[in-house]
């Protein structure tokens, strides 16, 4: 019906179309801005999070490391264990007992070996018979001991660092061949 401005059957008014469709499309738009916000401003929370807490575990890295490496250096040197109360992270905490463990280990190897060499320094200087320490290179007389000294007339300080040919202990033709001999075959005198 034309002088209605109608159209029988379908129930739109097609001037009023284009509006609804425009502030449909503005509705969208709105929506969609509103939304796009919101999403920005979750991910902007959620970057200041994860940079918070990056920030955070990072520190406490770094605290372990620079304790861990303090504890090194000393223990280099020194004998000192590692303080737990300083270091957070479980991983170093770890590392950190098997560190002192390490430690401790040395401590006892460098006692035993201590004891040992005083064993062996008390032995070399008490023993009756001649016992003497020589450069494998020349075979010249690193350490004497006593018995060495009584039995050959030398003092420590005369023997050491000379030969056995240079000291002449082996008067006899015999025992002066015999002692090149078997120097010159296990490399120790040149031909």
Do not use: C
């Not at 200041?48 to 575990?57: A, E, K, P, Q």
């Not at 082996?170 to 001999?181: C, G, H, I, Q, T």
Request: a positive charge.
């Amino acid at each position: 019906v034309d002088e209605w401005g109608w159209m029988i059957g379908a129930g739109v008014y097609f001037d009023t179309i284009n509006k609804t469709i425009l502030e449909n499309k503005a509705a969208l738009t709105t929506g969609l801005k509103k939304r796009m916000i919101r999403s920005l401003l979750v991910l902007a929370a959620l970057l200041s999070l994860v940079y918070f807490w990056s920030n955070r575990i990072s520190k406490q890295i770094h605290k372990s490391v620079e304790t861990f490496s303090g504890f090194l250096e000393k223990a280099s040197s020194g004998s000192s264990a590692i303080d737990f109360n300083d270091i957070q992270l479980k991983e170093f905490k770890e590392l950190a007992v098997l560190t002192n463990k390490m430690l401790t280990d040395r401590q006892k190897a460098e006692k035993a070996l201590r004891e040992s060499e005083e064993k062996f320094r008390i032995a070399f200087r008490k023993s009756p018979n001649a016992i003497t320490l020589t450069r494998v290179k020349d075979g010249a007389y690193i350490d004497v001991n006593n018995g060495f000294t009584k039995m050959v007339g030398y003092s420590q300080e005369d023997a050491i660092g000379k030969t056995s040919i240079e000291l002449d202990i082996w008067n006899d033709p015999k025992d002066r061949e015999r002692l090149v001999s078997g120097l010159k075959n296990h490399g120790f005198v040149e031909n």
